[in-house]
């Protein structure tokens, strides 16, 4: 029995199903992974998607009229003529002339092979961008549910929908919910790349940040620079540096604590951690080996007393 003969008797047997036999029809059993089996090949659609029975496949064993994807709806209101003419033309084109759902459905299958093969471009994104990308996905997110939750939750307008319309703006809030869950899940816990930068400056003065940042630039290193303690921590949870430059008075936490903070953290603690400030030498040299900092540069420094920050840099 060839392909196109056994769809033809599979699709006899659905057309000889009773209501009651549809509605209760065992997926598992042999004669329900058969009926799969016809709709996919039919309508190259999912009978189940995530664990649930798609409401097309329903339709489909009702005997009910769905649009498959080799057919184009190009429009409710023109004729039958008209529409077999353009069914003809998809047909003999496809390749030639992909329509805007298929190219979509190809960039889409693109996009799900390149995650699962560890390629997706996202994880290579700043944070920046990605702040922007999550920004541009929401707002107009916000918009639809809140005017959706407005129709349905206001009384005054509520009475004036229709038991239709009212099921309609209830699907769009529960969609709104779950894509906006998606959007928060897939986008804000995104982390920086391990390798985005070099070094971590955590230092309260802008001058000194862009001057720093600026130099190491020049030299072909990425500096980032935070104004505060707390900052400096959040940021090492994104990412970890080769090199730590810290500057002791802060405005919120010591950089005596932020060091101890850093060193006795199993993940952090060999990362080299200099600290960068205007106090004295002598002073600084008393908290050396209760923070267990690997070094000193003091204020004003020269360049050249980054030069143990390069040996390291190019040991790393």
């Given at each position: ?10 699709d006899?047997?659905?057309n ?9 029809l065992?997926?598992e059993s042999e004669l329900?992974?058969k009926?799969?089996?016809l709709?996919e090949q ?16 329903k339709k489909?064993l009702?005997g009910?009229k769905?649009y ?6 190009i429009?409710?209101y ?5 529409k ?5 033309f ?7 002339f ?5 190219l979509?459905?190809?960039g889409v299958?693109s ?8 390629k997706?471009?996202?994880s290579?994104l700043?944070?920046h961008t990605?702040?922007?990308i999550?920004h541009?996905?929401?707002e107009?997110?916000?918009s639809i549910?809140?005017?959706s939750?407005?129709l349905?939750e206001?009384?005054s ?6 038991e239709?319309v009212q099921?309609?703006?209830?699907n769009?809030l529960?969609?709104s ?7 928060i899940?897939?986008l804000?816990?995104i ?7 070099d070094i971590?400056?955590?230092e309260?003065?802008l001058?000194?940040i ?5 130099y190491?630039d020049?030299k072909?290193?990425?500096c980032?620079g ?6 400096g921590?959040?940021e090492l949870?994104?990412?970890q540096p080769?090199?730590i430059?810290l500057?002791?008075?802060l ?6 604590d932020?060091c ?10 060999k990362i080299?951690t200099?600290f960068?400030?205007?106090i004295?030498g002598s002073?600084?040299?008393k908290h050396?080996?209760?923070?267990n900092a690997d070094?000193?540069?003091l204020k004003?420094?020269?360049f050249?007393?980054?030069?143990i920050?390069?040996?390291?840099l190019?040991?790393?």
């Amino acid at each position: 029995m060839n392909n196109k003969e056994q769809i033809r008797n599979e699709d006899d047997i659905r057309n000889s199903l009773t209501d009651h036999e549809k509605e209760n029809l065992d997926l598992e059993s042999e004669l329900g992974k058969k009926l799969i089996y016809l709709y996919e090949q039919q309508t190259e659609k999912h009978a189940v998607w995530r664990s649930n029975v798609t409401e097309a496949f329903k339709k489909w064993l009702r005997g009910e009229k769905i649009y498959t994807r080799e057919k184009e709806r190009i429009s409710l209101y023109v004729s039958e003529e008209t529409k077999n003419e353009w069914q003809g033309f998809i047909n003999q084109n496809k390749e030639e002339f992909p329509t805007f759902s298929e190219l979509i459905r190809q960039g889409v299958k693109s996009f799900i092979e390149d995650s699962e093969k560890g390629k997706s471009n996202l994880s290579k994104l700043n944070q920046h961008t990605i702040s922007n990308i999550s920004h541009a996905l929401k707002e107009p997110l916000t918009s639809i549910k809140g005017y959706s939750q407005f129709l349905f939750e206001n009384e005054s307008y509520k009475e004036k929908l229709t038991e239709d319309v009212q099921d309609k703006l209830k699907n769009i809030l529960e969609q709104s919910n779950l894509l906006e869950n998606r959007i928060i899940s897939f986008l804000d816990n995104i982390k920086i790349q391990n390798h985005e930068y070099d070094i971590l400056l955590i230092e309260d003065d802008l001058a000194t940040i862009r001057l720093i940042t600026s130099y190491f630039d020049s030299k072909g290193y990425i500096c980032k620079g935070v104004v505060s303690g707390s900052k400096g921590l959040e940021e090492l949870g994104r990412a970890q540096p080769k090199v730590i430059l810290l500057d002791i008075i802060l405005p919120d936490l010591s950089g005596y604590d932020i060091c101890k903070t850093i060193k006795s953290d199993k993940e952090f603690r060999k990362i080299p951690t200099f600290f960068l400030t205007a106090i004295s030498g002598s002073e600084v040299e008393k908290h050396l080996k209760e923070t267990n900092a690997d070094g000193y540069i003091l204020k004003p420094f020269n360049f050249s007393d980054f030069g143990i920050i390069f040996e390291i840099l190019r040991a790393r």
